[in-house]
């Protein structure tokens, strides 16, 4: 195993939207590398249909206050409102940044970037739906990823492409450390790569590949967390995990919540519109928590349509034909491949899927790792995108704000850097830093073990679906609980077939599989100790939310031991106060 | 609407109706092989599952060195082309049911082989990097969007759905006899720029695929159009950038 040094000023871990919005930030400013386990263009965030919200006002009266209420609404007041207030109020610029980047927004009459319904989007703090979300027909996300991309090549971004991190580096201990670079894994060859540099931004994305049915790509296996979890830094609110109410059934790849923003409709196997009942006012487009709820209401009671009775339907059939070609091409041409039916004729089989990771490595506003309740900041550790948690999604992230929270806050987290990079020294790394990874990589391929990867990962899967994800009690908690402490113990006798040194996936699997399991377990513990409902945390025993006791956000620290440890850190309150949640 | 009966069937009950599907997939591991071999594998799936997990099944429980490239499994990331029984396709766009139960399976022409069906993309992104793929506009738009009409957005907007996944460039003939040809992908991006009513670069971009390795190589096999999972209609986009060139016309 070769092993190669680099020095940087800057490291930037992932090249999603949240990575390559930093890196523009970056370029021409610091010298930075940025490291991908992808092909930047391969990353989940094109895999975004539906949106990015932003109170343009160009098609109706919109402010971004009004956004900001829905979002600390949505999120059920779980959400840090400095933060979500910025995060609104940049909205507007940060669509504006994109379009002049080249983005090829869907445009109104006029000319002006369209806009579109939403999920939880309100005018006048939840009067009615709001046209807010700005898009490209339905791939909005290929767009973004893409326009992002194009940008940094024109700003001569340094990628090192199908590069895998494995670990992080410091220098000093305990309270005085300071990041220091990064251990990545050269997919082509097998070599190590240690990049010494002064600042490094985390922009890896979600974890969603914990659960069986699933929006999430296969490579969304939470490494940054991972990876940081395991240095020592506290994860926050890992129990929230949205499942977003579309997913096809079977497959949980998602059908955007454009669908319904465009007019279509959720029934049971009645046919009823059962959505009226649970959210008079907004109905299909009430927030993600509340619509997958609802399903699960409607299955339980035996309204659920199929064979196995497991599924509702969306329905389309009554929009006009070019409203569905012009506006949703993607998404129904995904339903005729999957389910070989025409979207156009035939409702449409869905049911919940895992898709979003509300929670993740803690950060400020400038995307400064905080490390714990008192938002202590890490020097030169920095996160952005999905992988972090601001905390502007709070409980249940609402549609749209996520592609909006990576490039605000992959801009920010970019910007910071960039700063903190020119005033400080370069830090000081030992040679040898890469031998916990080296030996590592040695122990798994002299393959003493006897687990298969394939299978634990399977197990964990079917677990966190079945018990762990849109409702939950303290019983099906502890079963998951039981069986994710178990498969960590199998994880630790796993075995890999390929020895070899060039594009070795099953490595890559194995470590990434490592991940998924201490945030599956940092995910279950904190949703057992949690005793009520908040959110897209749903405790079936603890049904009310309970603001007197659980207004705070949960720190989960992965001990030596392999064992959690939680503590709590305060919600940053604003001009909204909690009320109840009514839609 | 009416819901009385199921009107689909899908994946219904899995475990009720697998079928056995063959695999025969060549491979090459460059710290072992000499050169490429192939090998035969079984598997039981369910006939709505995709080729992709024929592959993952293969991978997962019976030999774990299969190598190949994946991601979204569902074809927006452009990471599993393949040759799938002779033509050029994504594993996960491509179901059982739809293509068979006998599959055969090898990396995409054109490009070296680097293990199973990984290939070194770096060729392909090269030419794609060559034909300036980012907006170039002399305007200060100021604080405000720029104004674009729907007929402008609409002038380019198949070869936005471009994903880089590289089925059309290795299914071009005169891209496999000739790696200098830009090829058709890089080509496709050039012209999601040259129409782009808010674009300024046309002209640079028309003298870099006026070259001798540029669009003029291309002989209108329609092979690239066939090949794309995204339905982009390939080789109109090349007359239309080829037109450009001879009439000076955007
Ligand atoms: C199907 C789908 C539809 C969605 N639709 C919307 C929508 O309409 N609106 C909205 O706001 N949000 C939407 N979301 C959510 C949103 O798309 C994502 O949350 C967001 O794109 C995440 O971006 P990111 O940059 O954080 O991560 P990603 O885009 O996932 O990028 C992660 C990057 O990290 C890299 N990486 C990971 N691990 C490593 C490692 N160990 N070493 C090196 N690199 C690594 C990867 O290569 C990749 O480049 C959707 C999500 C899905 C799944
Ligand atoms: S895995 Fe993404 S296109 Fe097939």
């Known amino acids: 195993m070769n092993v190669h040094y680099h020095s940087y000023d800057a490291v930037v871990v992932g090249a999603g939207g949240a990575g390559l919005r930093a890196a523009i930030e970056l370029a021409g400013e610091a010298r930075t590398a940025v490291l991908t386990k992808l092909y930047p263009t391969r990353s989940h965030t094109g895999a975004a249909q539906g949106g990015m919200c932003a109170a343009l006002a160009n098609v109706e009266e919109d402010y971004w206050e009004w956004h900001a209420f829905d979002t600390v609404k949505g999120g059920d007041y779980l959400g840090d409102q400095d933060a979500i207030d910025i995060m609104c109020r940049e909205a507007i610029d940060a669509v504006i940044d994109l379009e002049h980047f080249g983005l090829p927004f869907s445009r109104t009459p006029q000319g002006r970037i369209d806009q579109r319904r939403f999920g939880g989007h309100t005018r006048n703090h939840g009067e009615a739906p709001v046209r807010r979300s700005c898009y490209a027909a339905d791939r909005t996300g290929h767009m973004i990823l893409h326009t992002l991309y194009q940008r940094c090549l024109a700003k001569e971004v340094n990628f090192f492409n199908e590069f895998q991190v494995f670990d992080v580096l410091f220098e000093g201990e305990g309270a005085n450390r300071r990041a220091a670079g990064v251990v990545a894994y050269e997919m082509a060859t097998g070599d190590l790569h240690v990049f010494v540099s002064k600042g490094v931004l985390f922009a890896t994305g979600g974890y969603g590949k914990m659960f069986k049915i699933s929006s999430n790509a296969h490579t969304l296996t939470g490494d940054g967390p991972g990876v940081l979890f395991k240095a020592g830094i506290p994860m926050e609110d890992l129990e929230f995990y949205q499942f977003h109410p579309t997913g096809i059934y079977g497959f949980g790849i998602l059908l955007s919540e454009a669908a319904r923003g465009e007019g279509g409709i959720l029934r049971n196997s009645d046919g009823e519109r059962f959505m009226e009942r649970v959210a008079p006012t907004v109905k299909d487009l009430a927030p993600r928590d509340m619509v997958s709820r609802a399903i699960h209401a409607e299955i339980k009671a035996g309204r659920g349509a199929g064979p196995k009775s497991d599924y509702v339907y969306l329905d389309l059939t009554h929009l006009p034909p070019e409203q569905i070609d012009s506006k949703l091409p993607d998404i129904t041409d995904f339903v005729r491949t999957y389910l070989g039916i025409e979207p156009k004729k035939d409702p449409i089989p869905i049911q919940p899927t895992a898709h979003y990771a509300m929670g993740g490595i803690p950060t400020n506003v400038e995307g400064e790792v905080i490390v714990d309740d008192q938002n202590t900041v890490l020097p030169g550790l920095y996160a952005a995108g999905e992988c972090a948690c601001v905390s502007v999604h709070g409980a249940n992230r609402l549609g749209t704000n996520s592609l909006l929270d990576i490039v605000v806050f992959g801009r920010r987290g970019g910007k910071a850097m960039a700063e903190y990079v020119k005033n400080v020294g370069h830090p000081d790394v030992p040679k040898g830093a890469e031998a916990k990874v080296r030996e590592r990589i040695e122990q798994l391929k002299a393959g003493t073990g006897s687990e298969k990867v394939g299978e634990i990962r399977t197990t964990l899967q079917e677990s966190m679906t079945l018990d762990a994800s849109v409702v939950r009690t303290n019983e099906s908690l502890t079963d998951a609980r039981k069986t994710v402490e178990e498969l960590k113990a199998q994880y630790a006798n796993i075995k890999i077939d390929d020895k070899g040194e060039v594009f070795n996936y099953d490595l890559t699997e194995a470590m990434e599989l490592g991940h998924l399991l201490d945030l599956a377990h940092g995910l279950v513990v904190g949703a057992q100790a949690r005793t009520e409902s908040r959110g897209a945390h749903w405790r079936d025993d603890y049904p009310t939310r309970d603001d007197q006791n659980w207004m705070k956000h949960t720190l989960a620290h992965l001990e030596q031991d392999g064992s959690i440890r939680l503590s709590y850190k305060q919600v940053v309150a604003g001009n909204y106060q909690p009320m109840e949640r009514k839609y | ?250």
């Open chain 2, 1 to 250: 609407m009416t819901v009385t009966e199921s009107p689909a069937t899908p994946k219904a009950d899995k475990a009720k109706e697998l079928v056995r599907v063959h695999l025969r997939i060549k491979r090459y591991d460059p710290e072992t092989d000499t050169r490429p071999r192939w090998q035969e594998f079984e598997v039981e799936m369910s006939p709505g599952d995709r080729v992709l997990d024929a592959l993952h099944l293969v991978k997962w429980t019976q030999d774990g060195t299969l190598t190949f490239r994946r991601s979204c499994a569902h074809g927006v990331c452009g990471s599993d082309a393949m040759v799938i029984n002779g033509e050029n396709k994504l594993a996960c766009i491509n179901l059982i049911k739809n293509i068979g139960t006998d599959l055969t399976i090898e990396p995409i022409r054109g490009l070296e082989v680097i293990k199973d069906l990984v290939v070194d993309m770096e060729p392909f992104f090269a030419q794609h990097r060559s034909v300036m793929p980012y907006l170039i506009a002399h305007d200060d738009p100021g604080y405000k969007e720029r104004l674009q009409t729907q007929e402008d957005r609409d002038r380019f907007d198949d070869t936005t759905k471009c994903i880089l996944c590289a089925c059309c460039t290795t299914s071009c003939p005169i891209y496999w006899a000739n790696s200098e040809y830009v090829g058709p992908a890089a080509i496709v991006s050039a012209h999601r720029f040259i129409f782009d009513s808010r674009d300024d670069g046309a002209q640079e971009r028309l003298d870099i695929l006026n070259q001798k390795s540029g669009v003029f190589r291309c002989k209108t096999s329609f092979n690239c159009t066939e090949a794309c999972p995204r339905g982009i209609k390939v080789t109109q986009a090349i007359e239309e950038v080829k037109r450009a060139i001879l009439y000076d016309r955007v």
